[in-house]
């Protein structure tokens, strides 16, 4: 079994790492999300919620609204509910073959873009391999999310490109429980009696 804090950063930050929500989450805008940990430090933290689908837009959508011109989408990708803070704001994470001057390498494997030219890229299929596209973060405050992971309301675990790209949103939190070693049917939100 990994242990809770393997892949940390050596100052104990989760900057790259995977969030995984547990049972016992009391919000419910993050029950069952993995989110996506772009940056962590004292001063707070901020990720993207990687694995839950906007229902009210779709990328060409989306294009449209932006009024970026382009001959088809040639490459649509999801478009998931990145967080509660600020969503009207896109944020595209991304393989790091595609880089732009604003692009922050979050690590060795993964970038975040939030520009509209990574989006007219994408859709003339001269993107990243791999990508998502978020609207909103979530955010948390010195020791906000610290104060959360200690009372129980998260596992974190190492990410993995494969995990982190799969199309299949719905699998997500459940491979990441059981990435950190957990059968996810092990996990209940009700406290149980001897």
């Not at 069952?32 to 940056?39: F, K, L, S």
């Not at 989408?73 to 944020?91: A, N, S």
């Not at 890229?121 to 391999?129: D, Q, Y």
Request: hydrophobic share 40%.
């Amino acid at each position: 079994m990994e242990k809770n804090n393997e892949g940390a950063a050596e100052d104990g930050y989760m900057t790259g790492q995977l969030l995984i929500a547990m049972p016992t989450m009391s919000d419910p805008r993050f029950e069952r999300t993995v989110i996506y940990m772009c940056a962590h430090s004292a001063d707070g933290a901020m990720g993207l919620v990687v694995n839950k689908q906007a229902d009210e837009i779709d990328f060409p959508e989306l294009l449209n609204q932006l009024e970026i011109e382009t001959e088809g989408v040639k490459d649509p990708i999801p478009v998931l509910v990145g967080g509660p803070v600020e969503t009207g704001r896109g944020f595209v994470l991304h393989s790091l073959d595609y880089r732009q001057d604003s692009t922050l390498e979050v690590s060795d494997e993964v970038g975040l873009t939030a520009t509209v030219d990574i989006l007219r890229s994408i859709a003339e299929g001269e993107g990243p391999a791999h990508s998502l596209l978020t609207l909103g973060y979530a955010g948390w405050s010195a020791g906000q999310l610290d104060d959360e992971i200690q009372a129980n309301g998260w596992l974190n675990v190492t990410a993995d490109v494969s995990l982190l790209f799969d199309g299949a949103l719905g699998e997500k939190w459940d491979r990441a429980v059981r990435k950190v070693g957990i059968d996810p049917s092990f996990l209940s939100a009700d406290a149980g009696h001897a």
